[in-house]
């Protein structure tokens, strides 16, 4: 069973560079899947951020639209994990930060397994 | 305002049958399987229906379907722990991402 644990550094200052990573155990980042990140702002729904696979080049890598100008996902098959980097964060960043393997074949994949989620919190 | 349409709130007694919709375009839910995600109270959320079919684990009282570009979950004899806040997503060929509804609540009576 695929267990991903995700961790950050709590709290970010406005302007600066946030930096999550998501552990995986129970699979490999690089076998045959998507993985995403998605976030939940406080009280409010799901949001998505982005989906990275480790064949890019037949499986590119994916951003929002509002996002892919601070957005850069990675890979590390050596650690075992993904990173989400956001870029000069607002208060509007704040969020609870999750973890997610996409399961399914191509044009039927849905978000299948979650992590436990990080939030973060943007302030001075 | 979200690109997925969901009812902001449902509500029913212990065993009711309720119906949840998700409504979207012929780029979205009209192409592409659409994944039901139930998320109670400060928990991570959990898939509870993909498409029509239901993940390992997920009681039979849920079930799922498709008309044109609305997608449904119906929960079959509610239960109080049914109660939480339930998001529904699929893929946009359009914008070539991922959409989430704005999630309804349901509330047990």
């Known amino acids: 069973q695929v267990q991903l644990v995700e961790s950050g550094p709590g709290l970010v200052k406005p302007s600066e560079t946030l930096a999550l990573t998501c552990v995986v155990s129970?699979?490999?980042?690089?076998?045959?899947?998507?993985w995403a990140w998605i976030r939940q702002p406080p009280g409010k729904g799901l949001e998505w951020i982005g989906s990275i696979h480790y064949n890019e080049n037949r499986y590119p890598t994916l951003r929002d639209s509002s996002l892919k100008s601070r957005v850069i996902l990675l890979l590390d098959k050596s650690k075992n994990q993904l990173s989400l980097i956001l870029t000069s964060v607002t208060a509007a960043d704040t969020a609870v930060y999750y973890c997610?393997?996409?399961?399914?074949?191509?044009?039927?994949?849905?978000?299948?397994?979650w992590g436990q989620g990080t939030l973060v919190i943007v302030s001075s | 305002q979200s690109a997925l349409t969901q009812e902001a709130s449902v509500s029913g007694t212990v065993g009711q049958k309720v119906t949840l919709s998700c409504t979207g375009n012929?780029?979205?839910?009209?192409?592409?399987?659409v994944g039901w995600y139930q998320q109670i109270s400060h928990d991570p959320p959990k898939t509870v229906m993909f498409?029509?079919s239901l993940p390992s684990g997920i009681t039979d009282r849920f079930s799922g379907s498709r008309s044109g570009a609305t997608a449904y979950l119906t929960i079959s004899g509610l239960q109080p722990e049914d109660e939480g806040y339930y998001y529904c997503s699929t893929w946009d060929s359009s914008v070539s991402g991922w959409l989430f509804g704005g999630g309804t609540k349901v509330t047990v009576l």
């Open positions: 129970g699979h490999s980042v690089s076998d045959d899947y998507y």
């Open positions: 498409g029509n």
């Open positions: 997610v393997r996409l399961n399914g074949p191509s044009g039927s994949r849905y978000f299948g397994h």
């Open positions: 012929n780029n979205n839910i009209g192409r592409y399987i």
